[in-house]
């Protein structure tokens, strides 16, 4: 068979993969990021569909409207009024935008106008305080695009609107009620502010001495604060008070054995440990405070059945890893240990990466963590 006839059937049963108009060429363009190569095919000759879309994503809205006006009046199709959707609502256009915009986000699947469709869809509900609306479509977009900053950052303005909407009606329609002290000083709490906090934490239970809750976030609050004795021991007397209006509360208990433990008060402390988990078995936390005092008392057995069940709780925790195979070590099971060891040093290990390579190439080497 000659060369010749070989090229011919090679050339024949490639597959034929159709040129991109130079429309859709500037379309991706667009798309990636390549506004000059979209100028270029634009200089070829006037197409105004393709100038709106492209002054849409350059941010030139009214300039983007004019072009696409003028697109849809020679040819109406559904990207020009999707477009023109998008460009009215980008400057403020959101009722007449609406409609069109709750059509492309119903029509178009998984694609980039789906995702501008969304975006701006969840921005008009949101200018207007439909909440639920806003949350059903970036709902959709984070489960089509995880990743995205764009879906991301709106779901984070969403929330902190709804939040901060919820806060001004509560102070405006309920503002003695005990619940504005206590948001005020879990407000506080974030902010650092603990005395303040404190102060709003007492107004609540001044109010309503019966709610739940109050007495221990004011011993939180109380212990944040301070760990001087009289602190410790205020905050024992709030935990306390919150087990006599909650008597099946396990955080309640464990905040009560770190106190004892911090007071020196090893065995007054287990039995706390021990209520928090009879409350609740899978307290990861208490288990691992209960196995490391079991520890210090050389009871091995059930330290190692404590920590075993906290490591499995708590499968990052190098506290929980490093209790463990001193456990481990300290009973004479060195097999054991050298695993609970290698577990807690993979932990400690720095994670790799393109920073941990850059840092390589510039000589250093990533920070080592602390013993």
Known sequence: MSLRIIIFLLLVSAPFVPAQTPFEDALSAIERGDYDRADQILSTGPQPLLQGILQFHRGDYVAAERSLVQALEKNDNSSGRAFLALTRAAIGGCDSARAELEQTFRRV?????HRLAGL????CHLTANRFSESFAVLANLA???????DVLYQS??????????AVFQMFEKTPASFRVNQLSAEIFEIQGKYGEAIAEFRKAIEKNRTAL???FRLGRALLMESHSADSLEAARQEFESELKLNPSDAAAEYQIGQILSAQQKAEEAG???ERALALSPKFAEALLALGKL???EKRFAESQELLQKAVALLPKSEAAHYAL???????????EALRAKEALEKLQRPPEGEFTDFLRRLGEGPAKSKE
């Open 294 to 296: 079991r520890l210090d």
């Open 325 to 335: 195979m001193i456990a481990y070590r300290n009973a004479g099971k060195t097999e």
């Open 213 to 215: 809750n109050l007495h």
């Open 120 to 123: 701006a869809l969840a921005q």
């Open 109 to 113: 699947g998984a694609s980039e106008l």
């Open 156 to 165: 984070a303005r969403l929330h902190m609107k709804a939040w901060n909407d």
């Open 271 to 273: 039995k706390r440990y």
């Open 143 to 149: 489960s089509l695009f995880p990743d995205d900053a």
